[in-house]
């Protein structure tokens, strides 16, 4: 005698389930809505001063994301603020905060050698140096984003 199958589930077409990437069990999602109204009142704040770089990227996100409700793996969101982080770097500078002595500076970023991680919150080195504190300019931030919002092009 065959043993009894429960039938799997059935997910209509078109469902949130199917824009949801897989994660394992543990992995965390954010939700983009939350996301979008979480980095708007960071910028609130944020007017004529420094931006945190991860900031920045997620703000560009939200810009050309055409999914505002959709649910994303954690992983996957700092993957995407990563490469985000990538494209305003080429056009706008990002600065560091040195020792607090020295203040800010401006980092000469080679992409091809170098690489954002962590959701667009460390620069990592060739040398194997990683640079933290990154941010831009708010005033950089708004010329970057308006081009991006132009072109709606982030990932090319």
């Known amino acids: 005698m065959p043993a009894f199958e429960e039938p799997a589930a059935v997910v209509p077409p078109h469902s949130p389930q199917d824009r949801m990437p897989a994660s394992t069990p543990r992995e965390a999602l954010v939700s983009l809505d939350?996301?979008?109204?979480?980095?708007?009142?960071?910028?609130?704040?944020?007017?004529?001063?420094r931006v945190p770089l991860a900031i920045a990227a997620s703000s560009a996100i939200h810009i050309v994301s055409r999914n505002a409700h959709d649910m994303i793996a954690r992983g996957s969101y700092d993957d995407a603020l990563d490469i985000a982080a990538v494209a305003i770097a080429r056009l706008i500078p990002v600065f560091a905060l040195a020792h607090p002595c020295e203040g800010?500076?401006?980092?000469?970023?080679?992409?091809?050698?170098e690489h954002f991680a962590n959701g667009a919150t460390e620069l990592r080195c060739s040398d194997g140096q990683t640079i933290t504190a990154l941010f831009i300019r708010?005033?950089?931030?708004?010329?970057?984003?308006?081009?991006i919002q132009r072109t709606g092009l982030l990932f090319s």
Not at 104 to 113: G, N, P
């Open 138 to 147: 708010h005033s950089d931030m708004l010329s970057a984003l308006s081009l």
């Open 34 to 49: 939350l996301e979008r109204a979480r980095v708007e009142q960071i910028l609130q704040g944020a007017r004529g001063r």
């Open 104 to 113: 800010e500076k401006a980092l000469a970023i080679d992409v091809t050698r």
